[in-house]
């Protein structure tokens, strides 16, 4: 079985995912900030980031994110896929884009 992934670059843009370059470049756009990218990018962001209110267990998961230094979508975006993110770090240490890998979950018959 082969899987096929995508490769994006990504920075937050008022309160959303924007992907800068993608491969293959059929992806591009905006997304929620909740998705890989997102998340990498918001656990070491400054907190004034107008996201909208934030679900409660976010604190737990950005020192989870933060810990392991990576950031998992699975399937909390899309149905079949997954993404997996790592903050590109800025001069102020702060996370100044992302990088992620998506791909599909194999289905399963």
Same mark, same amino acid.
């Given at each position: ?19 800068l370059d993608w491969t293959p ?5 905006? @997304?929620? @900030?909740?998705? &890989? &990218?997102?998340?990498?990018?918001? &656990?070491?962001?400054?907190?004034? !980031? ?7 267990? @976010? ?5 989870? !994110? ?10 909390d975006v899309a149905a079949g !896929?997954?993404?997996? &993110? ?19 979950q194999p289905v399963v018959q």
């Open positions: 079985m082969r899987l096929a992934a995508s490769v994006g670059l990504s920075v937050l843009r008022e309160g959303r995912t924007l992907v470049g059929d992806n591009a756009g905006t @997304w929620p @900030w909740f998705t &890989a &990218a997102g998340k990498a990018l918001v &656990a070491g962001a400054c907190p004034r !980031i107008p996201l909208g209110p934030l679900p409660g267990s @976010w604190r737990r998961k950005t020192e989870t !994110i933060r810990d392991r230094g990576a950031a998992f979508d699975r399937e !896929i997954c993404c997996v &993110a790592v903050p590109v770090q800025g001069s102020h240490g702060a996370p100044s884009a992302s990088l992620s890998v998506v791909t599909r």
